[in-house]
């Protein structure tokens, strides 16, 4: 039996109803609608795009300063700025569509209202490939408690957006990691309707500056990303599969290289997304594409879709040949 090369590798995924030329995608808010990233590459070879968490009104996002370097992570609090649903739609969607990218749009909203007005119009667009839902957000109907935080304010978020959704269109729900148990509230927007679910956003961080004795961000409060927090990501999604093994898992946390794919995909995940590095290394998520058939073949696996969930099953005992 010959060795395997990376190009013998399929990296075919089928993820909730999708199917993929490959299991890597952009994670939102971190290519914006990925046309800067097509300097670098073509974004229609990627498995998908995930675009920027887009909200009904243009924002103009947080107070400055709204980012903060930490040792091993970033710190952002952006805070959703964008243009806005009807400049998306028509500018930055027909963009993905016309370069035959695979368009996953992630959508936010501070009320049910909002995130059914965006579910329905992003769901009628033609070309989109998914919907991924953006449930880290507060809710200003309940004292601005994030949606995400709580397994029934999240439910509520999915059953909208699933009811509003055409049902060709697959709908990704994105947990937070800042849960007592994330295994609940992946049951809780499952049972809403999900098709699958993207683990995880980022984890509320804070940071001090010691000179001026004052918080670092200008929103105080900000989101961890970056390699810090893949081990709490990992964590998440094999704890997910490790509950329901049927459930399409999309994983993403501190990813950056074909190495850290494979580890998500061994946990459980089906596909994975690549965030932070971007910002320091804008051709990564193609890398991580090409890293990944390599790791893959060097350890015999002729399929990507053979390594998800691998590292559940009983490690072989020494001498058992079965
Ligand atoms: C600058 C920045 C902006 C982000 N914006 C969004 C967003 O709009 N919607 C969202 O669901 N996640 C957003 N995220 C979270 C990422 O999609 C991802 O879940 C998280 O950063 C963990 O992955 P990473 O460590 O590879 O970055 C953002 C992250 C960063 C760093």
Not at 38 to 67: E, N
Request: with cysteine; proline share 8%; aromatic share 4%.
């Amino acid at each position: 039996m010959h060795a395997l090369s990376a190009g013998d590798v399929d990296l075919t995924t089928i993820l909730a109803d999708m199917t993929l030329p490959n299991p890597v995608m952009t994670a939102s808010g971190c290519a914006a609608a990925g046309r800067e990233l097509h300097q670098f590459f073509d974004v229609a070879d990627l498995g998908a795009v995930v675009t920027k968490s887009i909200m009904r009104d243009p924002r103009s996002g947080r107070p400055t300063p709204r980012m903060a370097e930490t040792p091993s992570g970033m710190l952002n609090s952006i805070g959703l700025q964008g243009p806005g649903i009807d400049a998306f739609l028509a500018v930055d969607l027909p963009w993905l569509v016309r370069r035959r990218a695979r368009p996953i749009v992630s959508i936010a909203g501070s009320t049910l209202v909002e995130y059914a007005e965006l579910a329905r119009r992003v769901g009628q667009s033609p070309g989109v490939t998914a919907v991924e839902v953006n449930i880290s957000c507060p809710n200003v109907e309940n004292r601005g408690l994030v949606f995400a935080c709580d397994p029934y304010q999240a439910a509520k978020v999915i059953s909208v957006v699933r009811r509003e959704t055409p049902p060709g269109v697959p709908v990704l729900a994105k947990l937070s990691p800042d849960v007592t148990s994330i295994v609940t509230v992946a049951e809780s927007v499952m049972e809403a309707g999900a098709t699958g679910l993207t683990l995880v956003n980022t984890l509320l961080g804070i940071s001090i500056d010691t000179e001026s004795l004052r918080p670092v961000l200008g929103g105080v409060t900000g989101g961890l990303s970056g390699p810090a927090i893949r081990p709490v990501a990992l964590r998440c999604v094999w704890q997910v599969h490790q509950a329901m093994p049927e459930v399409p898992v999309v994983g993403v946390g501190g990813i950056a290289s074909g190495q850290d794919a494979l580890e998500f995909l061994l946990a459980g995940a089906s596909a994975v997304q690549v965030g932070t590095v971007i910002f320091n290394d804008p051709g990564a998520p193609m890398r991580v594409v090409a890293e990944l058939a390599a790791e893959l073949a060097a350890r015999g696996f002729a399929k990507a879709a053979d390594a998800v969930g691998f590292a559940h099953r009983p490690a072989r005992l020494p001498g058992d040949t079965g």
